[in-house]
C-alpha cells in the first residue's frame, strides 16, 4: 500500500512537473511570439518617424531656376493672366513652383507641400506622404500588439472598478448621484471613465500585498492605456481625413482652401502649342498662349481616385535626390478640356480675365 502511495506520488510529480515545463515552454513560445511581433514593429515605426523628422531645411525644397515662361510647351498654373510663375517674397523672389508652399514654421518653401507636421516638426510633403500615413497607421497597430498580454488582466480590472465604484457610498455621493456627472467630464461616456477611475483609487486602498504587482489594479496603467487609445483613434482618424483629400487630387491645404477660403485666384496658361487647333479661323486667339482661371470648384490636379491613389503609393519610400529635374505636376484633363473649349481665351498681352462664366 505503502509502494503504491509512493509511486502514486513519484506519477503526481513527474506530471506536475511536466506540466511546469509546458507552461514554461507555452510562456516562453508565447514571449518569443510578442517579441518577434513588438520588435520588427517599433523598429519600423522608429525608421518612418525618422525619415519624416530629417531634412528639416533641407528636403523638398525647390532648387530650379526659373523657368522661361515663352519656352514652357505643357499647360501649368500661374498667378495672372500674363502667364507669370509664382516667386516667394520670403526666400528673395526665388521660384515657386506649381503645388508649393512657404512653410513659416521651417522658414522655406516645400514642394508639394501638405501640412507642417508639429508631431515631427517637419513639413510632410506628397513624396514623404507614403512614410506620414505608414506612420499614422502603425501607430495603433503598435498600440494594439504592444497591449496584447494585458488585455484579459485590464478588462477584469476595468470591470472590478466599475463595480467597486458602483457599490462604494462615497463614489455614490460624489459622482454618480451628482447630476454634473453627467455633464462635466464628456458625457455619458466621460461619466462611465471618471466613475471607473474613481473604483481604481479606491482599490488602491484595498490592495492585496501577496498578488504580484500587474494583478493589483492601477489607476496610472489605466490612464495610461486610455491615453493610447485616445491617441490611436486620433492617429487612425487623421489617416483616414488625409486620404479622404488625396483621393480626390487635394493636399491638405488644398482640402482647406476648398473648404473654407474658396481660392479663386488660380489660372493655367496653355501654350499655344496645346490650344485646340480645329478650331482654326473660327477662334484667332487659339494660335496664341491662353489663359484661363480655374473654377472655385475644380480641382486642378485631380487625376481620378485611382490615378490619385497609385501617384502616392508608387512613389519611393525615399526622398527624390536634390539634383533630379523638375516635374511638372500633371493637370486634370477634364479641367483642361473645359479650359481649351472656353471660347474667348486671354492673349498674353491682355489685361482682362475673359471665362466662361
Ligand atoms: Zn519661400
Ligand atoms: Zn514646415
Known amino acids: ?176 448621484d451628482w447630476y454634473g456627472s453627467w455633464i462635466f467630464f464628456g458625457g455619458p461616456f466621460g461619466r462611465w471613465i471618471f466613475g471607473m477611475a474613481l473604483g481604481f483609487r479606491i482599490l488602491k486602498t484595498q490592495r492585496k500585498p501577496d498578488l504580484p504587482l500587474i494583478e493589483q489594479p492601477s489607476l496610472r496603467l489605466f490612464v495610461i492605456c486610455a491615453l493610447g487609445l485616445l491617441f490611436s483613434v486620433f492617429t487612425l482618424t487623421l489617416a483616414l481625413w488625409t486620404m479622404k483629400d488625396l483621393v480626390r487630387g487635394l493636399t491638405t491645404l488644398d482640402g482647406m482652401q476648398e473648404r473654407h477660403t474658396k481660392n479663386t485666384s488660380r489660372f493655367v496658361c496653355i501654350p499655344s502649342e496645346n490650344v485646340d487647333s480645329s478650331r482654326g479661323a473660327e477662334d484667332a486667339a487659339a494660335t496664341r498662349n491662353k489663359i484661363v482661371a480655374v473654377l472655385p470648384e475644380e480641382r486642378l490636379y485631380d487625376l481620378g481616385t485611382w490615378s490619385n491613389l497609385c501617384d502616392i503609393l508608387e512613389r519611393p519610400w525615399r526622398d527624390p535626390p536634390s539634383t533630379a529635374s523638375y516635374k511638372w505636376p500633371q493637370v486634370n484633363p477634364t479641367v483642361l478640356d473645359r479650359m481649351r473649349k472656353t471660347k474667348k481665351s486671354v492673349p498674353s498681352d491682355n489685361s482682362i480675365a475673359e471665362t466662361d462664366n
Open 1 to 176: 500500500m505503502a509502494h503504491t502511495s509512493s509511486r502514486t506520488k513519484s506519477i503526481w510529480r513527474y506530471h506536475h512537473s511536466l506540466e511546469l515545463q509546458l507552461q514554461f515552454k507555452s510562456k516562453f513560445g508565447s514571449l518569443g511570439l510578442y517579441f518577434a511581433a513588438v520588435l520588427p514593429l517599433f523598429s519600423l515605426l522608429g525608421l518612418v518617424y525618422v525619415s519624416l523628422v530629417v531634412g528639416r531645411t533641407t528636403h523638398n525644397t525647390p532648387r530650379h531656376p526659373m523657368p522661361d515662361k515663352d519656352e514652357l510647351t505643357e499647360p501649368y498654373e500661374c498667378i495672372n493672366l500674363e502667364g507669370d510663375l509664382a516667386t516667394c517674397s520670403k526666400c528673395d523672389g526665388a521660384w515657386k513652383p506649381p503645388r508649393s508652399h512657404h512653410c513659416s514654421t521651417c522658414g522655406v518653401c516645400r514642394m508639394e507641400f501638405d501640412h507642417h507636421c508639429p508631431w515631427v516638426g517637419n513639413c510632410v510633403t506628397r513624396a514623404r506622404m507614403k512614410n506620414f500615413l505608414a506612420l499614422l497607421l502603425l501607430t495603433p497597430i503598435a498600440y494594439l500588439v504592444v497591449l496584447l498580454p494585458i488585455y484579459p488582466t485590464l478588462l477584469r480590472h476595468m470591470s472590478l472598478a466599475l463595480t467597486t465604484s458602483h457599490v462604494d457610498a462615497w463614489a455614490n455621493q460624489v459622482w454618480w
